[in-house]
């Protein structure tokens, strides 16, 4: 069993990204030199979060709390939506190395290298790891009009469907595009995959019954769960999550291989120079551990604990053979 897939047109050519981006190579040449003390200018924080969205709220207001760590140099959030992040990816790479171009990556991240046969860069190794922003479990999502109750229920009825179903994620190659896939084929039926650039949109439509189930992490599940417009059947990871103690791990309802949870970080390009890297870190990790942003993660059902950048490497490099595992497994790939 497997599923059908509405490609999305966001997947760009390595030529077509640089006629979209290369000025922001010509704007960063053209600042300091890096002899300069960092910071001492403006950096721009690279985000494959649509504006307005969850991830895009919380890292606007993070910035806030940053800022006076690093001189209060002004910080700006660039959203670059679409392509599984690849957009987002290569503006920073486009930028000199020098620790005014970040990028927010997500758990899709490890995903891409494996999954896209044409990726014009090297996830793993053109970039470096700064430090760890947060991270929630990955929920399976129905509408609240679906009668199922269970994981199970909800397999049967599926299966019952015959080919009817559909699914939303965020985009060809990101997290609920690879989970969504993988339940299709451990629970076998076939569906329609739905490619959105943003979580909202997606959401939308599974409220409005157009989308049969999606795969998303809780972070962004939290507003429409509150008001009781979904139902979440298990969640990703080894354990319950705090915030949904009642939802069952799709591992013990017998489901296995459901272990990654989504997360974000913080990377820079490769050859950022390691005393900017490491302040970096410690100037995070000093604001994501007060009481303020411990308070704050937890009202978005987010969690987060300290990791220096060799630790969130190793992280990485287990999801993206986890990921990679799946892709050849199953047999699905983009260009």
């Known amino acids: 069993m497997g599923n059908h897939c509405v490609t999305d047109d966001t997947n760009l050519t390595r030529r077509r990204f640089l006629a979209l981006a290369g000025g922001t190579m010509a704007m960063a040449i053209a600042g300091p030199a890096l002899g300069d003390k960092w910071p001492s200018r403006p950096i721009r924080f690279v985000t494959a979060s649509g504006a307005g969205d969850p991830v895009d709220l ?7 709390a940053l800022s006076p760590a690093l001189g209060n140099v002004p910080m700006i959030v660039d959203n670059k939506v679409g392509a599984a992040g690849q957009i987002a990816a290569q503006s920073v790479l486009l930028a000199p190395p020098e620790g005014y171009d970040l990028l927010l990556a997500s758990a899709s991240f490890t995903i891409t290298q494996s999954y896209f046969r044409k990726l014009p860069y090297r996830p793993m190794v053109d970039f ?28 049967a009825w599926a299966r019952r469907q015959g080919g009817a179903l559909n699914y939303a994620s965020l985009g060809n190659g990101t997290v609920p595009h690879l989970y969504g896939f993988q339940l299709t084929n451990d629970v076998g039926f076939d569906a329609t ?8 949109a997606g959401l939308m439509d599974l409220l409005r019954g157009q989308i049969s189930f999606m795969m998303l992490d809780i972070v962004n599940l939290r507003p429409v769960l509150a008001k009781q417009q979904v139902r ?6 080894n354990e319950r999550s705090a915030y949904l103690p009642d939802v069952p791990t799709f591992k013990e309802q017998g489901f296995t291989g459901y272990d990654r949870t989504g997360w974000t970080a913080l990377m820079a390009r490769h050859g950022t120079p390691r005393d900017v890297v490491q302040r970096l870190n410690q100037s995070m990790d ?47 790939y983009g260009d």
Not at 193 to 200: L, M, N, R, V
Not at 232 to 237: C, E, M, N, P, S
């Open 58 to 64: 919380q890292l606007r207001e993070y910035l806030k």
């Open 232 to 237: 979440i059947l298990a969640v990703t990871g």
């Open 193 to 200: 995959h739905i490619p959105y650039k943003g979580a909202g």
């Open 128 to 155: 470096t790891p700064v430090a760890m922003t947060g991270a929630a479990p990955v929920g399976l999502a129905i509408p609240a009009s679906n009668p199922s109750r269970t994981l199970r229920e909800w397999a």
């Open 286 to 332: 000093r604001t994501s551990a007060t009481d303020e942003w411990r308070r704050k993660r937890a009202e978005v059902w987010s969690s987060w604990q300290p990791m220096a950048p060799d630790e969130i490497a190793r992280q990485m490099q287990g999801d993206a053979a986890a990921w990679g595992e799946l892709v050849r497994r199953v047999g699905v």
